[in-house]
């Protein structure tokens, strides 16, 4: 069972367009999410969060929307960049009582076109 | 920012023989680290929650004898891989995890058994 799911396996997107990068979960426990950038062969680097208290979080060309009723988050990257190009996971977490722990997606390769 | 480092970043073993990978927090402390596995074109599966001073929480389906967890310290977790087999071949990745919501990466380890 999928807790956290990115349905888009891929995307490509023109450099300076924005892209925008999809993640549903079912579990209504979490209540903190995160999107990690990763390139091949490294670790994943923390791009962005956001607490369910929240609908939106910005950071400089990230930005992530959450509607809770939807379950749905989105990382929008905005212009985007060649550099950008990696795999997207977005993660989401509950404190279970021991400690918070991550439930990523699948991932989302994004290519952008220079 | 936070970082953390794993050793080695590449190995390679024989069947049968055991591997040892260290997972080091460089500039904080952590009490609580993860290891995950990756397999190609898939996403981050958690394998064990590492705890410092006690002991590691496996998640259904990872053998606690054959993924041996050490938190001996606030800055070091090892995983040691006993036994290995070919299917054991994979990316390892640990991550450390910073105040009470962000999990830091290591930079992963690739574990190739022939």
């Known amino acids: 069972d999928q807790q956290v799911k990115q349905n888009s396996p891929s995307l490509s997107v023109q450099e300076g367009r924005i892209s925008i990068l999809n993640c549903d979960y079912t579990n209504s426990m979490f209540d903190y999410f995160l999107w990690y950038k990763k390139y091949p062969a490294e670790g994943p680097t923390f791009l962005i969060s956001?607490?369910?208290?929240?609908d939106k979080n910005e950071d400089g060309r990230f930005t992530v929307f959450l509607n809770k009723s939807a379950k749905h988050l989105s990382l929008h990257i905005v212009p985007s960049q060649p550099g950008d190009s990696a795999v997207y996971f977005c993660a989401a977490s509950f404190y279970s009582g021991s400690a918070r722990q991550l439930t990523f997606g699948s991932g989302t390769q994004l290519t952008v076109l220079p | 920012g936070a970082v953390v480092s794993q050793h080695p970043s590449r190995v390679i073993c024989k069947s049968g023989t055991s591997v040892k990978i260290e997972c080091r927090s460089l500039?904080?402390?952590?009490?609580?680290m993860f290891w995950y596995r990756q397999f190609p074109k898939q996403s981050l599966m958690l394998m064990a929650t590492?705890?410092?001073?006690?002991?590691?929480?496996?998640e259904q389906g990872v053998e606690k004898d054959k993924f041996l967890i050490n938190h001996a310290s606030l800055t070091l977790s090892t995983l040691t891989v006993t036994s290995a087999h070919p299917e054991d071949s994979s990316f390892y990745i640990c991550?450390?995890?910073?105040?009470?919501?962000?999990?830091?990466f290591g930079p992963g380890t690739r574990l190739t058994v022939t």
């Open positions: 956001i607490s369910s208290i929240k």
């Open positions: 991550s450390a995890l910073a105040g009470v919501n962000e999990q830091y």
């Open positions: 500039d904080f402390q952590a009490t609580t």
């Open positions: 590492s705890n410092e001073g006690s002991k590691a929480t496996y």
